[in-house]
């Protein structure tokens, strides 16, 4: 268990450090001064990758709560 942990936690580190721009906008953008823009685009590429999966672990999360917890007894 404390792999499964340790490999997560270390996959969203490197995940934070991605370029995700696909090479037709890599061109356009490195061609500007500053980057500046580029670095926006980049950013709300990762952005926009990383909502599915936050949305899909949360339903996971509900999913193994629901069914793995012990129900609390009654008195």
């Given at each position: 268990?404390?792999?499964?942990?340790l490999?997560?936690?270390?996959?969203v580190?490197?995940?934070?450090?991605?370029?995700?721009?696909?090479?037709?906008?890599?061109a356009?953008?490195?061609?500007e001064?500053?980057?500046?823009?580029?670095k926006?685009i980049?950013?709300?590429?990762?952005?926009?990758?990383?909502v599915?999966y936050?949305?899909?672990?949360?339903?996971?999360?509900?999913?193994?709560?629901k069914?793995?917890t012990?129900?609390?007894?009654?008195?």
């Amino acid at each position: 268990m404390k792999t499964k942990v340790l490999f997560f936690i270390m996959s969203v580190f490197f995940f934070v450090n991605t370029n995700a721009q696909c090479a037709m906008c890599r061109a356009v953008l490195e061609s500007e001064e500053g980057q500046g823009a580029a670095k926006g685009i980049n950013n709300g590429i990762v952005y926009l990758m990383a909502v599915p999966y936050i949305l899909i672990f949360g339903l996971a999360y509900f999913i193994y709560r629901k069914y793995f917890t012990k129900p609390k007894s009654q008195e």
